[in-house]
C-alpha cells in the first residue's frame, strides 16, 4: 500500500508540473498570412491595434468578405468610438438588445456612420460592396473640392455606380482606398474582403487628421504598462494603461470565487455559474482593476459524467461577462486555467478513491465547489475596459 500511495503521489506531483505550460506555446503569427501575403502589413496592423480580430484557430480569413457589422465594429476602433455612450434608441426591427453587436450598431446609429435599409432593417450579417465602403470613408472625411476626371485612369470606372463617383473620387484624392489584385480597376460592385477591409481601414487610421471632428472620439495614448501576477507562471500579466482604457492582456489568469454552492450531478447544459472577486484584482504597481464585489458570469457548456474505472466528472464553462458593483458590463471570451480547461476534482481525492479496492473499479467523482471556493480563469483574447473616471463623461 504505500508504495501504490507513493507512486500515485509522484504522478500527481509530475501532472501539475505541465499545468503552467499549458498556453506557452501561443504565438503572434497568424496562420493564414503567409510572408510574401500582399496586405501582410496592413493586416498584422489591423489586428495588432485591435481593429479585427484571428479566429480561434489563428486565422484571419483574409479571402472571407467582410460583413456591414464587422465593419462597423472595426470603424468605430479607428475612430475611437467604440466606447461611445450610446443616446438613441433602437430603430431596427431586426437587431435586439441580446446581440453582442447591439450597442456598436446603435454608435454607428448615432454618429451616423453605416446607414440601415428603408425597410428598418440593418442586415448585420450581410457584406458590404467596395463602393459602400468607400462612400463610408468620404462620408467622414473632410469636405473639399472633387475633380471626377481622377476616375478616369481606372479602366472599369464606367462601373462605378453614380452616387459613388464622387466619394472614390475624394477617396482616392485623400489616398483611403483599395484595388488589390490590379491597380488599373477599382471593382466597386464587388464584395470587400477582410484583407482589403484592413488595408483601408488601417490608411484611415494613419490619416485621422482628414476625418471630421464630429466622428472622431478622444484620442488614445499609452500612460503605463503594470502587471498581473496572481497566479505563478501565468503566460501572461500585462495591463496596457491608457489615457481611455485599461486593456489586460490575452493569457493573462486571474482567481474567481464561486458565488454558490455547485454539483455537476444537479447542474445541466446552459445553466448559468456564478463567480465573484471577493477582494480586489489589482496591478502589482497598485491600479485597481476589479474592484471587490465584481462578478463574473458563466455558463455550463458541456457535462461529461463519471464512468467507470474512476474517471471523475468533467464540467466545461464558458465565461461570459464581467459585471462591475456600478452595473457596468463587459463581455468576456476566457476558460477554465486547467490543462483541459475543465473542472474536476482535484488529483489527490481521486487517487485516494483510486487506492480503495472497490474505488478503482466504481464510477468516479462528481464535481463539487463550495461557496467561495476559487477558480483560475485564463483570457483567449485581450479584456478592454473603460478607466472608470470616464464612465459618466459623455462623449
Known amino acids: 500500500m504505500k508504495k501504490q500511495l507513493a507512486a500515485f503521489l509522484t504522478a500527481c506531483m509530475m501532472s501539475l508540473n505541465f499545468l503552467p505550460a499549458l498556453a506557452e506555446t501561443v504565438t503572434s503569427g497568424i496562420k493564414d498570412i503567409p510572408n510574401d501575403f500582399w496586405a501582410k502589413q496592413q493586416v498584422e496592423s489591423a489586428v495588432s491595434e485591435g481593429l479585427m480580430k484571428v479566429d480561434e484557430a489563428g486565422n484571419f480569413n483574409p479571402d472571407k468578405d467582410m460583413t456591414r457589422v464587422e465593419f462597423v465594429q472595426a470603424l468605430l476602433k479607428v475612430l475611437s468610438n467604440d466606447n461611445l455612450d450610446v443616446k438613441v434608441e433602437n430603430s431596427f426591427t431586426d437587431i435586439k438588445s441580446t446581440d453582442e453587436f447591439y450597442n456598436d450598431i446603435l454608435r454607428s446609429q448615432q454618429l451616423g456612420l453605416v446607414y440601415g435599409y428603408p425597410d428598418k432593417t440593418f442586415q448585420p450579417n450581410k457584406t458590404m460592396l467596395k463602393s459602400e465602403t468607400t462612400s463610408v470613408i468620404s462620408h467622414i472625411t473632410k469636405d473639399k473640392f472633387i475633380d471626377c476626371s481622377i476616375l478616369e485612369k481606372y479602366t472599369d470606372n464606367s462601373d462605378i455606380p453614380s452616387w459613388a463617383k464622387i466619394p472614390y473620387a475624394k477617396s482616392i484624392n485623400y489616398g483611403i482606398f483599395v484595388n488589390h489584385p490590379d491597380k488599373n480597376k477599382l471593382e466597386p460592385n464587388r464584395n470587400i474582403t477582410r484583407a482589403e477591409a484592413a488595408v483601408l481601414l488601417t490608411e484611415l487610421k494613419s490619416k485621422l487628421t482628414v476625418v471630421k471632428p464630429e466622428y472622431k472620439g478622444p484620442q488614445e495614448s499609452l500612460l503605463s504598462t503594470e502587471h498581473i501576477n496572481m497566479v505563478r507562471r501565468a503566460p501572461a500579466n500585462k495591463v496596457h494603461i491608457t489615457s481611455i482604457r485599461r486593456i489586460v492582456a490575452q493569457n493573462n489568469v486571474f482567481p474567481v470565487a464561486f458565488e454558490s454552492a455547485f454539483l455537476s450531478q444537479t447542474a445541466s447544459e446552459g445553466d448559468a455559474v456564478n463567480f465573484v472577486f471577493n477582494q ?58 486547467t490543462r483541459d480547461n ?20 466504481t464510477k468516479g467523482l462528481n464535481y463539487k465547489a463550495k461557496c467561495g471556493e476559487r477558480v483560475k480563469v485564463i483570457l483567449n483574447e485581450d479584456l478592454s475596459l473603460i478607466n472608470p473616471e470616464r464612465l459618466n463623461v459623455q462623449q
Not at 295 to 314: F, G, H, M
Not at 342 to 361: C, D, I, N, P, R
Request: aromatic fraction near 12%; hydrophobic fraction near 35%.
Open 342 to 361: 475543465s473542472l474536476q476534482e482535484s488529483y489527490w481525492l481521486t487517487g485516494l478513491k483510486y487506492l480503495s479496492l472497490v474505488g478503482a473499479f
Open 280 to 337: 480586489p484584482l489589482c496591478t502589482d504597481e497598485g491600479t485597481t482593476i476589479f474592484p471587490a464585489g465584481t462578478k463574473l458570469t458563466a455558463e455550463v457548456a458541456t457535462i461529461q459524467c463519471p464512468q467507470k474505472y474512476n474517471k471523475a466528472a468533467k464540467v466545461y464553462l464558458n465565461y461570459k461577462q464581467i459585471i462591475l458593483p456600478n452595473g457596468t458590463v463587459y463581455n468576456l471570451d476566457a476558460k477554465t486555467y
